[in-house]
């Protein structure tokens, strides 16, 4: 709800919204869809009118409305399924961390969704994190600061 009135400003239609919810009464699960910002972005590699294009200040895929045609091709090829249709105008919604601070993140009472920053996010996926690599507490790079490492 908050994702398709903070893009709207009027519509409160979770058939609006860029993240999704499935539920799996089997384990008792909720879980959500959101678009995982690739580096590579399949999604817009895959986008044959050019819809699809980088945002300079976010450095993520965002989309052009005017100039998707709802043909789905992004929909095929993202490993998350994390892209969702405007039921009114039949073009592509995608997560573009509304302009970067995202509004789910803030409103989710249970603190479920977090927005990492670079620095945490290289943290929690254990690569080393920023304080080791002798570039300065806020590089970011992920690199451990060791010499000679197996490069595959
Ligand atoms: S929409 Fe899907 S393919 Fe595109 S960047 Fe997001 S997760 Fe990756
Ligand atoms: S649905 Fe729209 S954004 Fe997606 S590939 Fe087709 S034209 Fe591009």
New binding site residues.
Partial sequence: MTCSLTHSKTVVNPRMARIHISSDALEAMDSPAV????ED????DACPTGAMVIDEQLG??VVHPEDCTGCRA?EA????A??FFDPEKDTAL??DLCGGTPECVKTCRLHALTFPTAKEAVIAAGTGGAEDCGNGEDCGCGDSGEEGGDDR
Avoid: T
Wanted: charged share 5%.
């Fill in positions: 678009c995982q910002q690739c972005h399949p999604c817009m993520i895929v992004c090829v993202c490993p998350y994390a892209i995608k997560c």
